[in-house]
């Protein structure tokens, strides 16, 4: 006999019971019987495809499976296997922000501008200005002239 | 089912949810199961241990930390009641993510963390047929109460 130790989150489905003692030859045999003997707990460890769900980590005298030989691990009597789940979740992606095209389109002009200007006049200073402003509105992730355009 | 938590314990998940912004942070509720409400006392805090760059949108605890976390309630005599974790700049709202990984029973509470301050915390449930989170009680209890 091998004990099968069952997590919180699943002794609902096992007759509310912490540990079961069962006789298997391997943890796929385990599962099975396991399975068998509690039929509510299928849906929490397999899916639709009869594959264990991702959550599910099974572990036999502390040690993962998964470093071992899978669901073929073979088990003997003694052997205490252990079911535990794994936690995850988090924010749905962040919504994607819309961009103002008009916007976009009046403060590249003004930069193109402003730009020919200091070429043709030879004035360093409006450079220097263009490039202060352009850098001010990258800081501030927002269109660099979009007070001159909220202005026309 | 409602989960009563005393307002302690609401504001060490707070705390956490504000310790790890702009990161998610994450752990477990531990308490006993009465009828249909649960009273947590006491938190697991545990490691988020999804990839650096994703931590902004997702936690993961570990098999390993929650083999250590199902024995630490054991010898606490409690039970692991739920998972709580934060929404960093989002609502308190579970996302398709959330209900994927979700298991049944545990209660979920979920607080939104904008611009650094904890501002709301709801608790949600997976249904029985993993089709959807659904909303639940989440009772304070004031500390004399509780």
């Known amino acids: 006999m091998i004990t099968v130790r069952i997590p919180s989150a699943l002794?609902?489905?096992?007759?509310?019971?912490?540990?079961?003692?069962?006789?298997?030859?391997?943890?796929?045999?385990?599962l099975e019987v396991l399975t068998e003997r509690f039929p509510a707990l299928n849906p929490h460890l397999y899916d639709e495809t009869e594959t264990l769900r991702q959550y599910v980590n099974l572990f036999v005298n502390e040690q993962d499976v998964r470093s071992l030989q899978g669901g073929a691990t073979p088990l003997t009597a003694g052997d205490r296997m252990m079911i535990v789940p794994s936690i995850a979740g988090g924010v749905d992606a962040a919504p994607l922000q819309s961009v103002d095209h008009?916007?976009?389109?009046?403060?590249?002009?003004?930069?193109?501008?402003?730009?020919?200007?200091?070429?043709?006049?030879?004035?360093?200073?409006?450079?220097?200005?263009?490039?202060?402003?352009?850098?001010?509105?990258a800081l501030a992730s927002r269109p660099s002239f979009r007070p001159i355009y909220g202005g026309l | 089912m409602t989960l009563c938590l005393p307002q302690s314990v609401l504001q060490r998940i707070w705390d956490d949810g504000q310790a790890h912004y702009p990161?998610?942070?994450?752990?477990?509720?531990?308490?006993?199961?009465?009828?249909?409400?649960?009273?947590?006392?006491?938190?697991?805090?545990?490691?988020?241990?999804?990839?650096?760059?994703a931590r902004g949108r997702r936690y993961r605890l570990a098999a390993?930390?929650?083999?250590?976390?199902?024995?630490?309630?054991d010898r606490l005599g409690l039970d692991i009641l739920g998972v709580y974790h934060s929404h960093p700049d989002h609502p308190p709202r579970p996302s398709?993510?959330?209900?994927?990984?979700?298991l049944p029973f545990y209660s979920y509470v979920i607080t939104s963390v904008r611009a650094g301050r904890a501002?709301?915390?709801?608790?949600?449930?997976?249904?029985?047929?993993r089709a959807e989170m659904v909303q639940e009680p989440l009772e304070i209890l004031p500390e004399e109460a509780s």
Request: aromatic share 6%; with cysteine; glycine share 6%.
């Open chain 2, 23 to 53: 990161e998610e942070g994450a752990g477990l509720i531990l308490g006993h199961l009465q009828g249909d409400v649960r009273h947590g006392s006491s938190l697991l805090r545990l490691a988020n241990s999804f990839e650096v760059t």
């Open chain 1, 102 to 137: 008009a916007t976009r389109r009046v403060s590249q002009a003004i930069i193109i501008v402003l730009l020919l200007a200091a070429y043709v006049l030879n004035v360093i200073w409006l450079l220097a200005a263009v490039a202060a402003t352009l850098t001010i509105g």
């Open chain 2, 96 to 102: 398709e993510f959330d209900r994927d990984w979700a």
């Open chain 2, 119 to 129: 501002v709301e915390s709801r608790c949600w449930r997976l249904t029985e047929d």
């Open chain 2, 64 to 73: 390993d930390d929650m083999l250590r976390a199902e024995a630490e309630a």
């Open chain 1, 11 to 30: 002794r609902p489905y096992a007759d509310g019971q912490k540990e079961v003692t069962l006789d298997a030859v391997s943890v796929d045999h385990a």
